[in-house]
């Protein structure tokens, strides 16, 4: 069983570009977190969503942000006009439905705007 | 509202001593509780879980925690350091959200210093 999968590993955008991220998450999870974390700091939480819903967005940026979790296909993390600030790594977690399942990350997502 | 500290920034042992980072938590209900490690430029690993019945908890590379309801505590221990141990470290928590859905919330993390 493949671990949760994330591209690309690296992206360099330039202010003002977009940046998609696509996280396919492990084999019969249906839960998917995007966090954001930036050098030598902690995760912040951004986004839960299960397929087709967004369970709790609280930690996303209101603009220029959004995430998807179609029924078919990977997550996607989308980020436009980018920013330096938007500068982090962006891992991407997933689950079983259940409580007591265990959430795996994937290596991650680090994007450079310049 | 649920939450996760992680009191200590640092914490610095010797090779062969034993290691402990803290962990304590607030939840509504019943919490499900994780410990996880992140190396340089890695993604987090996930070590081991409380979810029910035994207090003591073993996971993976010789890590063990102990879930202490009455003080609300998840401390992760190992018995003997390596320096390969240095990394940082998360404690996480998941419990029943206001939402009807299962939140999970992390720590600020632990960075682990082994000292040869």
């Known amino acids: 069983n493949a671990g949760v999968m994330q591209n690309p590993r690296h992206l360099v955008r330039r202010r003002g570009q977009e940046a998609r991220l696509r996280c396919s998450p492990m084999?019969?999870?249906?839960?998917v977190y995007w966090y954001r974390q930036l050098p030598e700091e902690g995760l912040k939480f951004m986004v839960y969503?299960?397929?087709?819903?967004?369970?709790?967005e609280s930690g996303m940026p209101k603009e220029r942000f959004s995430a998807e979790f179609p029924k078919e296909g990977p997550s996607i993390l989308r980020i436009q006009q980018v920013v330096r600030g938007d500068s982090a790594a962006y891992f991407c977690?997933?689950?079983?439905?259940?409580?007591?399942?265990?959430?795996?990350f994937g290596e991650g997502s680090w994007l450079t705007v310049v | 509202a649920q939450s996760v500290a992680q009191p200590e920034d640092q914490v610095n042992v010797a090779e062969g001593n034993p290691l402990t980072v803290k962990c304590t938590y607030s939840?509504?209900?019943?919490?499900?509780l994780f410990w996880y490690v992140q190396y340089p430029n890695r993604g987090l690993q996930f070590l081991l879980k409380?979810?029910?019945?035994?207090?003591l908890v073993k996971g993976s590379y010789g890590f063990e925690a102990e879930f202490n309801k009455s003080q609300t505590s998840f401390h992760l221990k190992k018995p003997s350091a390596l320096v390969s141990d240095s990394a940082l470290y998360f404690c996480?928590?998941?419990?029943?959200?206001?939402?009807?859905?299962?939140?999970?919330?992390f720590g600020t993390g632990t960075k682990l210093q082994v000292i040869p």
């Open positions: 977690a997933s689950s079983p439905p259940g409580p007591g399942n265990t959430i795996y």
């Open positions: 084999k019969g999870h249906s839960h």
């Open positions: 969503l299960q397929k087709e819903n967004i369970i709790d």
């Open positions: 939840v509504s209900g019943n919490p499900y």
């Open positions: 409380y979810i029910t019945g035994d207090n």
């Open positions: 996480a928590v998941r419990a029943l959200h206001s939402g009807g859905y299962q939140k999970v919330t």
